[in-house]
């Protein structure tokens, strides 16, 4: 059984930053491809960023770009989002989620078997 661990949230003010790191138990995480998603209260889960099994392709939703960078060290069997100069919007459960699926990146929630139980991050203005 896969098992994903997130830590690296917290409170920060806006303009801060902070980086999010998810552990992924196993032997097999240069498989996998990996997603960061998070969720507002009273919102849908939505798609931050995905990075590939390499690690050289990525892809990120437009309202982070340039603010979220995500990466991956497969020797450390993890996945780590710096998210920089964030905003009271930013504010909430971030979740990694890893697949083995053959495509590249994943963008959607049901492309993800596995998920980590979530950190939350809130931004005050």
């Known amino acids: 059984q896969v098992q994903l661990v997130e830590s690296g949230g917290g409170l920060v003010q806006a303009g801060g930053s902070l980086r999010l790191s998810c552990a992924v138990s196993?032997?097999?995480?240069?498989?996998?491809?990996m997603g960061w998603f998070r969720q507002a209260p009273g919102k849908e889960r939505e798609f931050a960023a995905a990075i590939s099994r390499s690690g050289a392709s990525t892809d990120y939703v437009d309202f982070v770009k340039g603010r979220f960078t995500i990466s991956r060290d497969n020797a450390k069997n993890t996945v780590y989002l710096q998210m920089n100069s964030l905003k009271p919007e930013d504010t909430a459960i971030y979740y990694c989620a890893a697949d083995s699926d053959l495509r590249r990146l994943g963008y959607k929630p049901y492309e993800y078997t596995y998920w980590g139980q979530g950190t939350q991050v809130t931004v005050s203005s």
């Open positions: 196993g032997r097999t995480f240069s498989t996998y491809r």
